[in-house]
């Protein structure tokens, strides 16, 4: 069986790690796999599918919007007999790319909303769009649901499957813990809501400490705010890196602050180290979270800044909110995740 996963890029986020930890395992698996990457990223994400011995298929383009880009897809998806989609640029360039051939489609949507939605005048081009594929995996019951509410359909082609996250790899890393310390990763990008989490530090002890890992759009108007409300020397932006793991490891507590989300893979990746994590009450979030970490009201600085503080007084608290973290992020585990990847391949 030969597959082929497409992304615009392996720029920094989610979907793109989730491919660079899925794409070995199914290698594993005896699948043959490769990756098709619509402009090529340099990183840790890059490096990992590579070293794994799986093809990467650049294309280098300039713009994703090039109306040319769906004939250059055409020549390599024709050659695969899976052809699996991530994110907007992917759903769309392989839709029209694969109109009259054989290839059986997937697409995974990783969001449980977007910028087009909403929109009355979409809804009938996304319906064409998501009409060329023949799976629909979600990433949780509540992307799912937000999908066929869009799409007004509810046939055979809609699929559950749960993220997941090396969990092993994560909790095998120990790091000495930097006392009082906040990390959040995730890109500036407009699903994301950093700046309530450096509003909440402005409620809490002036020895707190907090970590931003990622970079986007929204970074320097973050920057900006910090400066403004006086917590410039206490909010580090370090950028996208490829040590996510260890930074999160030397963290004392996780915050996973979002508008929405489709799931939630940098909570569980907090929780698989063993730390406890505070999110936001959304959808595809706080599903993952609530009962093992703590869920705070979108856009509450307050509520999260009492939250972080619990956590700092009360040692006994925090380890057991680590333990149930820990326990929940073994639910999520990637192997768990590409076995019902590969079932779906076979049954198509």
């Keep these: 069986m030969r597959v082929l996963h497409v992304i615009s890029s392996l720029e920094i986020g989610g979907a793109q790690r989730l491919l660079s930890d899925l794409l070995p395992i199914q290698k594993q698996q005896g699948i043959d796999v490769s990756l098709l990457v619509l402009k090529s990223e340099d990183n840790a994400f890059s490096k990992k599918v590579a070293d794994a011995g799986v093809p990467i298929i650049s294309l280098n383009v300039k713009s994703f919007r090039n109306p040319f880009l769906a004939f250059k897809v055409r020549k390599v998806i024709m050659q695969y007999d899976v052809v699996h989609a991530h994110l907007v640029h ?45 799976k629909l995996i979600s990433i949780s019951q509540q992307t799912q649901d937000a999908l066929q509410d869009w799409l007004q359909s509810n046939d055979g082609r809609f699929v559950v499957i749960n993220n997941g996250v090396d969990t092993k790899a994560f909790a095998n890393i120990h790091k000495e813990v930097i006392p009082k310390s906040l990390i959040m990763v995730s890109r500036f990008a407009s699903s994301k809501d950093q700046e309530t989490v450096i509003r909440a530090i402005k409620e809490l002890d002036d020895d707190l400490t907090l970590r931003f890992v990622g970079d986007g759009g929204n970074l320097e108007h973050c920057k900006q705010v910090a400066q403004e409300i006086g917590v410039g020397n206490r909010v580090q932006f370090l950028g ?33 180290c063993g730390k406890p994590v505070i999110a936001t009450n959304v959808d595809g979030l706080k599903q993952v979270v609530e009962g093992a970490g703590e869920i705070f009201h979108k856009g509450d600085k307050i509520e999260l800044a009492q939250k972080v503080k619990t956590l700092l007084n009360d040692k006994s608290y925090y380890n057991d909110m680590a333990l149930r973290c820990k326990s929940r992020a073994s639910e999520y585990d990637i192997c768990l995740m590409a076995y019902k990847y590969l079932s779906v391949y076979r049954k198509m």
């Design 240 to 272: 996208a890196r490829s040590d996510v793991a260890e930074l999160i490891a030397e963290s004392y507590i996780g915050i996973q602050s979002s508008n929405w989300e489709g799931f939630g893979l940098t909570a569980v990746e907090i929780m698989a």
């Design 90 to 134: 992917a759903l769309y360039i392989c839709s029209l790319a694969a109109r009259g051939l054989k290839t059986k489609m997937v697409y995974t949507e990783h969001s449980t909303s977007n910028n087009r939605r909403g929109k009355t005048f979409m809804r009938p081009i996304e319906k064409f769009i998501y009409g060329r594929y023949d």
